[in-house]
């Protein structure tokens, strides 16, 4: 990981390791507009279903179990086709061991030079794309 990278060079994780872009996740404490709660994790999720440029707000509860720099540090996430493959791969700092955060989508979070990096595995995409189509058109 000490290539170093020329301005118009795109980052090794999208370069080489073949990641794709997901969203950058944004720590507040402010209520945002058509919240979602996730019971199980003890915040709420806003905005990356409407932003073009996948900026997602996270608020949390008080008792939220969480790491405190995901609370604190905004985080950008990658999807990978294999989590456990890319953890094997590179030797990353876990800081949150991968899990199954909703239906068909199971991520974790490393730490790389002090920012929370999440990464994402999504299983089933095309049925997940048509319910969205579907949504979409209601």
Known sequence: MNKIRLDHEAPLAVDEWGWKYHH???????????????????????????SPFGVEWMRFDKDCAISDIIKLVPHIAFEVDDIDKELARHNFEIISEPGIPSDGVRATMILHNGAPIELIEFRNKTKKLCLQDEQQRE
């Open 24 to 50: 950058i996740g944004i720590p507040t404490d402010k209520v945002m507009p058509n919240e979602r709660y996730l019971p199980h994790l003890k915040f709420y999720v806003s905005g990356f279903n409407t």
